[in-house]
């Protein structure tokens, strides 16, 4: 992994195990980047999980790579279109709560991503805050869709258990609360594998996606990259990465996602998107605070899935380039 002086001594103090007077020797990027090489997000211990789980009333994901625990928050209440036309909730109507420990396991971290109704917002930033949480984005991810749906990021530091219920406390009067929610309805007669080409899909783009009922989902991380918040590292599972959602037919595909990058990428990103005439929604952060700065642009399209998933590719060739690009 090749990262600047400045963001690795700037990632190292993050961790709170930087030396000041190394910033000027010329070695000291070399130091501190097999430092951080070494240096893994302490666990969460199964203590922890069941607290997140119990306060949830959700069981969700432990990725131990990553040393972060997730648990889905789709809106299956929701009956989306676009331009008239019904996509899955899977497409991206679902939202998230990740928890993992910070670099020196003395707390932990707090990243979600909520999918509102225009008349949610607000109600939930005040239970937010009221329950020691910040809000750190509110944003949209579509055009032309029926309801309008809006995005709102919401993080905490602390230990896990108090992280968990209170958040938990947070939605609990909210449809995004699992509880609150319907059940997500028999499975579909065709899925994604029926569908879509998918072998084409991922020679295409480079990567393997996962099939979630009617859609296909690509997701790719900043391997390139080590980006710091609040003493934890930023991984996919906390929201660092790209995607690409596939709905619809082979012939007439919808696709949405979204692009993580550093802020020289930004315009080449949007230029290869409009090159190959997706749409860009919105250009925007989605956390505080993160080291180097990651803004998040998302986008959309209809056509051919193979011209889109093109379109999707080119744009993440943009990545990484001053390190090298992003690899197929």
């Known amino acids: 992994m090749k990262i600047s002086r400045r963001e690795a001594i700037t990632g190292f ?33 199964p203590t922890e999980i069941t607290a997140i789980e119990s306060a949830l009333g959700k069981k969700g994901k432990y990725v131990e790579t990553e040393a972060v625990y997730t648990v889905p928050l789709p809106r299956n209440d929701l009956k989306v279109t676009i331009e008239g036309e019904p996509v899955p909730i899977s497409f991206g109507f679902g939202g ?3 928890i993992k420990k910070t670099m020196d396991g003395k707390s932990a971290v707090l990243m979600s991503d909520t999918v509102l109704l225009q008349e949610e917002v607000n109600p939930l930033i005040s239970a937010a805050q009221a329950n020691g949480l910040e809000v750190s984005a509110l944003h949209n991810h579509f055009f032309y869709e029926e309801p309008r749906i809006f995005y709102m990021h919401v993080h905490g530091m602390g230990d896990v258990p108090t992280l968990a219920k209170s958040y938990a406390a947070a939605i609990k009067d909210n449809k995004l609360f699992p509880a609150n929610q319907p059940a997500a309805g028999s ?69 949405a996602g979204d ?33 180097p700065k990651i803004i998040f642009l998302h986008y959309y399209g209809r056509g051919e899935a193979s011209r889109l998933a093109t379109g999707f590719r080119a744009a993440l060739g943009e990545l990484g380039k001053r390190h090298g690009a992003m690899k197929m």
Request: hydrophobic residues 45%; without cysteine; neutral net charge.
């Open 13 to 45: 103090l993050a961790t709170g195990a930087g030396v000041l007077t190394l910033a000027k020797t010329g070695a000291a990027a070399a130091v501190i980047e097999k430092t951080l090489a070494q240096k893994k997000t302490p666990p969460l211990s």
């Open 96 to 98: 998230w709560v990740s």
């Open 187 to 255: 499975p579909p007669a065709r899925t994604a594998k029926e569908i879509f080409d998918l072998s084409a899909l991922d020679k295409i783009v480079g990567y393997t996606g996962a099939i979630n009922g009617t859609t296909y989902k690509y997701t790719v991380g900043r391997a390139d990259q080590t980006i710091m918040a609040m003493g934890a590292e930023m991984t996919p599972n906390t929201g660092l990465n790209s995607w690409a959602s596939f709905a619809g037919t082979a012939d007439a595909a919808h696709i």
């Open 259 to 291: 692009m993580a990058m550093l802020e020289p990428e930004v315009n080449a990103v949007i230029r290869a998107l409009r090159s190959n005439n997706l749409e860009i929604v919105a250009v925007h952060n989605h956390m505080l605070a993160d080291t």
